[in-house]
């Protein structure tokens, strides 16, 4: 027996389809549909509120944000610990950022292995990437925490997948020095592109 389903068939209201015409008409009059304009800045301060940081930065995908990060770290020439589970733009930022990326296996909840991270830490090590796949924060999280505090090494976490996930309380991109976010139109939350 064959069932079909029918494909989604998205659906707005009158009054949101009305809001969201005024909103693009505004931006649109206003010219303030910039990178710098004043609602990137309105959303990267109400993101940062969202999850508990000091500051979010936009920028044009989660590739450059995580590439940013590593940048900002000075990776060059040393060695960025990622998940053997991730999408290829994690490696990708490592490399574009000058470091070597070196794979860790993951655990049975899908996040990389602490145990494996421990077995590949280098004196060349500089980073550690938990990546949040599907939006789960590893419990074991605060164990990969404690191991790069004791090697000093940092953690930047790839949260693609888990705007609005936590752990405890306390949300994906506030556990290490950094987060990256990806808003690319597949992702839980949106703006069509960039981050």
Not at 61 to 67: R, V
């Amino acid at each position: 027996m064959n069932k079909v389903i029918p494909p989604f068939k998205y659906y707005f209201p009158q009054n949101t389809i009305r809001r969201i015409i005024a909103n693009m008409r505004n931006l649109l009059e206003s010219g303030d549909f910039l990178t710098q304009a004043k609602y990137t800045e309105e959303f990267e301060s109400k993101f940062a509120k969202y999850i508990g940081v000091k500051h979010a930065i936009a920028v044009s995908n989660g590739t450059a944000a995580l590439e940013a990060i590593f940048k900002a770290l000075k990776v060059e020439g040393y060695e960025v610990i990622i998940p053997t589970n991730t999408f290829a733009a994690t490696a990708f930022a490592a490399i574009h950022a000058g470091s070597k990326p070196v794979f860790a296996d993951i655990g049975e909840d899908m996040n990389i292995s602490v145990e494996d991270v421990e077995r590949r830490l280098t004196q060349r090590t500089k980073v550690i990437v938990p990546d949040h796949i599907g939006g789960l924060i590893s419990p074991r999280i605060k164990d990969l925490i404690k191991l790069a505090e004791e090697h000093g090494v940092y953690v930047v976490e790839d949260a693609a997948h888990a705007h609005g996930s936590a752990l405890n309380g306390k949300k994906a991109g506030t556990f290490g020095v950094a987060g990256a976010f990806s808003f690319f139109s597949t992702k839980v939350m949106t703006t069509g592109e960039g981050v």
